[in-house]
């Protein structure tokens, strides 16, 4: 049967491919031993393909047939050699080539390999420029050794379509360019040069000038997001009439002015001066992107989904890096850098589990705290994404926030079960151990005591030895994971609490305040408030409602219906913001997402929805605000992951809120 089959094959090919081959293709009849040891070894548009035979078989030459990337079939004969160099081929395209022995009129079966060639024609790595006046050097490291040559096209901005060209050595790691117009972009792009063609190519833009005439504080931001445009003064101090014109003609005059594109990107700039009574122009070009960060890409556990909740993002105390954790099965640590918008690192912990703990980030050394709801599970991890330790003795951190000293040497942590413990900060050893009796719903580090919130009472414990100060019943019940937020004066830690109140403890006197009760209909929990600079407090509710109260709790001065389109759960863990001008930030989790900044007044400034229409984008967290920009988290659904972004809205952060935004870091610590 495998004979008819070679035979009848082979009869196709030839009837297919008499331009690729017009001599008779041998039939197929006794056994005859087929090639053993077939390799295809690619190279560049070009496979190698070399086989061999038992020793006394003698066969008098080979056929070699393959399908090429017009569905044609090839066929080659090798004229006896035992191997064949198949050329014409589409890099990064997989071949399946076909070898069959001739003996005389008679032919073996076939033996398949497959073989995907790739190129060798590597382009330039680390092209650098460097520029000055009327000249602009290149350098590169060379890729390969078999480079024959390169070639470096540039022009002018005034002029692209006057490409000049220049055809360098194959040793050369370095150029310069002189003779060049100064204050003029010019575009540079590099190839290298191989036997089989030009590598791609490896582009560069530099100015030459006697000096840069501008400083940017960022060449990247998002819409609306002010770049501070600079005149280099220091090199140019005659310089007058400096003008910057920005797309739509908008003009801003001065040596440092700050402004927003609102254009998705690459935007470009117009900078005018006189300088010793001579009129100079520049360009400059900055990258506008939609968000500060925009995100879903998060390790998954097969197919399950990934998200936030119980979370808001925190800082690193540089407020260079914004930091958040998933829950999903996989509960990762992600670092972004603010200015790009970009991953830095992220870490996977060994083990998988949930996570419902909202991070910390200790102010002095930069690590960054955070538990999950498996039991043995508290992390330490570097401000490079590395491991320090693991705390192994708490159980389930389905609870509060961690707390950590004002000099970065404790961290405090209360489990699900209300074991609270203080940790070295250094090494991850246990220096205390107190029994809270219940699940820890809010930690706060106030001078020389800890504060443990649980559902009833707060606990006031000695940071150094984890003795029992105090003891106070509070006035309601503590909301789950909820923390807690400071008054200016430092005396109220205030807390949301279930069916529908707001609480507050004293944390000079060890007393709790008379609690305002601010649902009475349909009343639900309430998430951790925030303080303006005002003295109001804003809390968000399960119910739908948000609420900004009294400093001493006597009154509600307003509340605001989320009018989404379902209020069940409507700010389900919600960690609010509230900025220098007593405006508040909070994120709607219920179906879909509504971000709403309200005045003092609680007139809403602007709202928003991300990913408007789908339903699976809902917040079970909270924001964090810092230079202008909200981060929100959130949860994601069955058939998406839940998105983390930054988004630039102005203003200026509060100096003091919530302990858990208290600091940039979330630190959970009076300052």
């Known amino acids: ?98 070898v069959q022995a001739v003996y005389g009129k008679l032919v073996s079966n076939y033996v398949a390999a497959v073989g995907r060639p790739a190129t060798t024609r590597f382009p330039v790595t680390d092209l650098t420029v460097d520029a000055g006046d009327s000249f602009v050097s290149l350098a590169w490291t060379k890729p390969a050794t078999t480079v024959l040559s390169y070639t470096l096209s540039y022009y002018n901005e005034d002029t692209p379509d006057n490409v000049e060209q220049q055809t360098l050595d194959k040793d050369a790691t370095s150029v310069t360019l002189d003779k060049l117009i100064n204050d003029k972009n010019y575009y540079f792009s590099l190839t290298a040069n191989y036997e089989k063609g030009a590598s791609e ?79 100079r122009s520049w360009t400059l070009e900055v990258e506008i992107r939609e968000y500060v960060i925009y995100s879903t890409d998060w390790a998954q556990d097969g197919s399950n989904y990934n998200g936030f909740k119980g979370t808001c993002p ?27 918008g970009n991953e830095k690192w992220r870490y996977l912990p060994t083990s998988k589990s949930g996570s419902y703990n909202m991070l910390t980030v200790n102010p002095v050394t930069g690590d960054i705290y955070y538990g999950t709801t498996s039991a043995g599970q508290f992390y330490a991890i570097t401000p490079e994404g590395e491991l320090k330790w693991i705390f192994s003795e708490a159980g389930s951190m389905k609870s509060a926030a961690p707390a950590v000293n004002a000099n970065g040497t404790v961290v405090y942590i209360c489990d699900a079960l209300g074991k609270a413990f203080a940790i070295d900060a250094a090494s991850g050893q246990k220096k205390w151990q107190f029994s809270a009796g219940d699940a820890g719903r809010g930690l706060l580090v106030n001078g020389s005591e800890l504060l443990i919130g649980t559902q009833t009472d707060a606990f006031f414990v000695n ?50 305040i008379k609690s305002l009760v601010v649902e009475k209909d349909n009343p639900n929990l309430l998430y951790e408030p925030v303080v303006a600079p005002n003295g109001s407090v804003f809390a968000g509710s399960k ?24 209020l069940a759960n409507a700010f389900n863990y919600s960690h609010p913001c509230v900025d220098s001008e007593n405006r508040f930030y909070i994120t709607s989790g219920q179906t879909s997402n509504t971000t709403y900044i309200f005045d003092a007044s609680g007139n809403v400034v602007d709202s928003w929805t991300y990913e408007s229409g789908d339903n699976n984008q809902k917040q079970m967290g909270g924001n964090n605000y810092l230079d202008g920009v909200i981060y929100s988290a959130f949860i994601g659904g069955s058939s998406k992951n839940g998105v983390f972004v930054g988004k630039y809205v102005g203003g200026e952060r509060a100096s003091s809120w919530s302990t858990h935004g208290g600091d940039i870091c979330g630190s959970c610590c009076v300052k």
């Open 314 to 340: 925190v800082f690193s105390p540089d407020g260079k890096t914004v930091y958040i954790i998933t829950f999903n099965k996989v509960s990762a640590l992600y670092a972004f850098d603010v200015v790009t």
């Open 543 to 566: 119910n739908g409602s948000v609420y900004n109260v009294k400093g001493d709790l006597s009154a509600v001065n307003w509340e605001y219906v989320h009018t989404g389109s379902s």
């Open 463 to 512: 940071i150094e030895t984890g003795e029992q100060i105090a003891k106070v019943t509070l006035g309601c019940e503590m909301s789950d994971i909820t923390g807690f937020a400071v008054n200016s004066d430092k005396t109220l830690a205030y807390f949301g609490g279930r069916n529908g109140y707001i609480g507050a403890v004293n944390i000079k006197t060890h007393e709790a």
């Open 201 to 279: 190519p490896a582009t560069a833009k530099a100015m030459p000038t006697l000096a840069i005439p501008y400083i940017l504080d960022r060449d990247k931001a998002a819409k609306n997001q002010p770049i501070t445009f600079s005149f280099n003064t220091e090199d140019y101090p005659t310089a007058t009439d400096v003008k910057w014109t920005f797309p739509g003609d908008v003009v801003k005059e001065g040596t440092v002015v700050k402004y927003g594109l609102g254009t998705v990107g690459t935007q470009t700039v117009k900078l005018n001066a006189t300088i010793d009574g001579n009129a």
């Open 1 to 98: 049967m495998k004979k008819i089959i070679n035979l009848l094959l082979a009869l196709v090919l030839t009837a297919n491919l008499a331009a690729c081959w017009t001599e008779d293709i041998p039939e197929a009849g006794a056994a005859r031993h087929q090639v053993t040891g077939l390799t295809a070894t690619p190279g560049d548009e070009e496979v190698l393909l070399s086989w061999s035979l038992p020793e006394g078989w003698n066969p008098t030459d080979f056929i070699v047939y393959y399908t090429d990337a017009d569905s044609e079939t090839v066929t080659l004969r090798t004229g006896g050699e035992m191997n064949c160099t198949v050329g014409g081929l589409v890099n990064d395209t997989q071949y399946t080539f076909y």
